[in-house]
């Protein structure tokens, strides 16, 4: 029998060979960011115009359909990804496929982005005779605006860049990620300028735990009935205490005779005060409460008491109705538990 032939070790890199390739990433980086930075300062009005173009298309109900070849059509896929997800109707179509059937996703009134650093694909320019054949508009995004698919379609924006990032610069590199950064851009801009908001995104992504986070709602996740401590407007500082450690929480709200919010009272400010004010159990509640509270309505979503912790640096907040009315609270330990943080 042969004996069988001994795996190759392979030697493990040197300290000086890693800090070579450590030097070599960052100088790739510092490429693509050169990149970016010359395509950020060519964009200009056809950037706006495209704007206009696609906010006029959905408003009708069209759609944008994202064409490109090669690593252009992963690009693509990204960017009508985006699109879709921030409420811009968005698909993609592979050209090779578009001649055998998938040109029945386009329709009179949609928006073809068409992805060619070159302007000269031949599958996108044999594409754009046949697309003609429907009331579409043509926006390209090329690194050339002389070529054929610029002059070919109706507006062109310029993702040119000095050179690939590819030391033969060969491989879309750079090219790549300045187009999937002028179509980030676009996304964007269309989201503020169609007034797309959180409740819209969260509607878009129900699933995983940005779903999660995104549709719940604070009456989702806030403490209700005994586990909510309020005392009224006049009560001593020790009856909050009891409250606090009947309901098994770290606040107390102070409410007026209709159950409205006039303050609210921490373990924080106990700890804080006691010192200085050995008879502080014994003062009136409106003596130290924190006076107009921040708070939260119960309609509210989950992820804007998260955003209200971190603005405000706080750990509790009291939940109330349209009429201010003391309905629950929420405590920033449940938050982990709720898969909200």
Do not use: W
């Not at 060969?170 to 676009?186: C, F, I, N, Y």
């Not at 209700?224 to 020790?238: F, I, Q, Y």
């Not at 009272?265 to 130290?288: E, K, M």
């Amino acid at each position: 029998m042969k004996a069988k032939p001994s795996p190759r070790i392979q030697p493990k890199p040197r300290p000086s060979d890693t800090a070579e390739f450590v030097k070599r990433g960052r100088k790739i980086i510092d490429m693509e960011i050169e990149g970016l930075q010359k395509v950020r300062a060519n964009l200009n009005a056809g950037f706006s115009q495209a704007v206009e173009t696609i906010i006029t298309a959905t408003r009708n109900g069209r759609k944008v359909v994202v064409t490109g070849v090669g690593k252009n059509l992963h690009i693509g896929e990204k960017i009508s990804a985006t699109l879709a997800s921030t409420g811009t109707t968005s698909v993609t179509l592979n050209p090779t496929q578009a001649i055998h059937g998938d040109l029945g996703i386009l329709a009179s009134g949609d928006v073809l982005l068409a992805l060619s650093y070159s302007g000269e694909s031949e599958e996108i320019i044999n594409l754009i005779p046949l697309v003609r054949r429907f009331d579409v508009t043509i926006i390209a995004l090329t690194g050339n605006l002389k070529s054929a698919l610029a002059r070919l379609s109706d507006m062109a924006i310029s993702v040119a860049v000095d050179r690939e990032a590819c030391p033969f610069n060969m491989a879309p590199t750079t090219s790549t990620t300045a187009t999937l950064a002028v179509g980030d851009a676009l996304a964007m801009v269309l989201l503020q300028a169609r007034g797309f908001k959180l409740e819209d995104y969260a509607k878009l992504h129900p699933g995983g735990s940005i779903g999660r986070t995104l549709l719940m709602k604070v009456s989702d996740i806030m403490r209700r009935d005994d586990r909510v401590a309020s005392v009224p407007s006049g009560a001593l500082v020790k009856d909050a205490i009891l409250a606090m450690t009947r309901s098994r929480t770290g606040m107390a709200g102070i409410v007026d005779s209709r159950n409205k919010v006039l303050g609210i009272f921490t373990d924080g400010d106990l700890r804080r005060r006691l010192p200085q004010q050995p008879d502080l159990l014994l003062n009136t509640i409106d003596a130290v409460m924190t006076r107009n509270p921040i708070t939260v309505k119960r309609d509210d979503l989950a992820v804007e008491v998260l955003r209200i912790f971190e603005k405000h640096n706080i750990d509790d907040l009291l939940v109330v109705d349209a009429a201010h009315h003391l309905v629950g609270a929420v405590d920033i330990q449940d938050l982990p538990k709720l898969k909200i943080m």
